[in-house]
């Protein structure tokens, strides 16, 4: 059978059952589509589920490393053609475990380099302090509104997805709370008391300005006025955290890490930390910490 007729169901598979962002889809898609080319170009021929084996895709990742291609992604495209072999066996037709180790692609030196991961990078707590100084110095809608939208992800650390997905519904003001979905459709109230006030004052003084359409359900809204989107937030981040003239570029990715390190010193279970990251697996989130607390500026 060839592999590249299981790929639209694999996708949608992959689409209904993660919390990826659009952009992360996008990579999967091309990291295997880029490997199944490699498949076609050494085989002749279009390649059928029996070419899917872990020697194909160590040779594969050699080729690539050949190329220049960063260990960093070499990894990651190895993840994505995994994910893609466990979906094959889970329909039973793919007999090999994709999850085992296949032939070593980098030398040790390497392997132990990206295994290790590095520093993680996140500001410190005067860095925080200063950002929302600066932002907090602007009194325009969008200013108060992005305010409000760093402050709760400072907080908490959900992701972009989840934050542009939620309703005016979910924010409980008065128990200063906060409904989040996590997986299976489960739902929890998460106290905000840090970024509550903001969140009112801009739903008080803000919102009403960048929206006048009553059937708009979003609790952050755009100068257009629907519900934010990804790029436009992650762009707004980005941009005041220039403002503020921070050391490093400022990124959804770094606010996580500094909400996570915040968290852990805060003394929140491993459990809620996961719930609040979206983590499907709790060992990306025993991961993260690890990696955290061996972080240089863990304690600043």
Known sequence: ???????????????????????TLEAYKNDINRFLQYLKDSIQRKPTVPDFTRRA????????????FKPSTLYRRRASIRRLGAYLKEKGLLLSDMSKEDAPFLPSSERKKVVDGG?????????????????????????????AIIQLLFEIGISIGDLV????????FNQKALRISGENLSEEIHPIPNSSNTIQNYLNFARKDLTQDDSEHALFVSQMG??????????????WGKQAKLSIDL??????????????????????IQFLLGHQNIFSTRTLVRRLKKSTNFNV
């Open 1 to 23: 059978m060839l592999i590249e007729l299981q790929l639209p169901a694999f996708f949608t598979n992959l689409e209904e059952v993660s919390k990826y962002s659009s952009s």
């Open 57 to 68: 895709i160590s040779d594969y990742l050699k080729n690539e490393r050949k190329s220049g």
């Open 119 to 147: 520093d993680l990078v996140s500001i410190s707590n005067n860095e925080v302090s200063n950002l929302i100084q600066v932002i907090s110095s602007y009194e325009n809608p969008r200013a108060v509104r992005d305010l």
């Open 165 to 172: 997905s939620l309703n005016i519904s979910d924010f409980i």
């Open 226 to 239: 629907g519900r934010v989107s990804r790029q436009g937030t992650w762009q707004g981040i980005r941009n």
């Open 251 to 272: 990124s959804p990715r770094i606010i996580r890490h500094t909400a996570t390190k915040a968290m852990i010193k805060a003394g929140k279970k491993i459990e809620e």
